[in-house]
């Protein structure tokens, strides 16, 4: 059996990652998405375990001392992290990853395992970031200009990344990730094997 692969995705709030991620993973049966650890308030809508798994400040740094986490940061005031055993079992079952994470956390990742895709998502324009934001109706103006000044910065930071998709459409970034999906399944290092003459 072939291991799965690790596709890292991350973007500035407000990009529309949560959504395109849920078109994403109803399209392909095959991709599990990495539930994250935050120290963040659950907004009312989000289900523990589903979307993130919530705990204290606390909690969190005891998985940090355990070194359970494959990456972590600190995003407008709350911790956020990645457990690693359940993404190594599951990639070592042929099952493929989606990680969604900070664009800090994204580097954490590629630093320790470098057959990690990462992969930035942006919005068409800032302003609709900053429209995306106010739409949510959850967030503090004064939260959201601190979220602008991060989506600056994690602007500077996509060219660290493999790909590059800007979410205009929902559909449309989908398709995106699931072309890169697919093309990374076929680079020639993966199919090496299937070339020998004894296969």
Not at 184 to 189: F, P, T
Request: charged letters at 30%; proline letters at 4%; a negative charge.
């Amino acid at each position: 059996m072939t291991n799965g692969r690790l596709f890292v995705l991350s973007g500035p709030s407000g990009v529309g990652k949560s959504t395109v991620v849920q078109e994403v993973m109803r399209r392909h049966p095959n991709l599990r998405f990495s539930v994250s650890v935050t120290t963040r308030e659950k907004r009312p809508n989000e289900v523990d375990g589903e979307n993130y798994y919530f705990v204290t400040r606390e909690q969190f740094q005891q998985m940090l001392d355990r070194g359970e986490l494959l990456e972590h940061a600190e995003y407008v005031g709350n911790c956020y992290g990645t457990p690693e055993g359940p993404i190594q079992q599951q990639l070592e079952q042929g099952f493929d990853i989606l990680l969604d994470v900070e664009p800090c956390g994204a580097m954490q990742v590629r630093s320790n395992r470098e057959d990690a895709v990462l992969i930035f998502m942006a919005a068409p324009s800032f302003a609709e970031i900053e429209r995306r934001l106010r739409g949510r109706g959850d967030t503090p103006d004064d939260k959201i200009a601190g979220r602008l000044e991060r989506a600056r910065w994690e602007y500077a930071q996509a060219s660290q990344y493999d790909y590059i998709v800007i979410n205009d459409h929902v559909q449309h970034a989908a398709n995106e990730i699931q072309a890169i999906m697919e093309a990374e399944k076929c680079r020639a290092q993966l199919r090496l094997d299937y070339l020998k003459e004894d296969n």
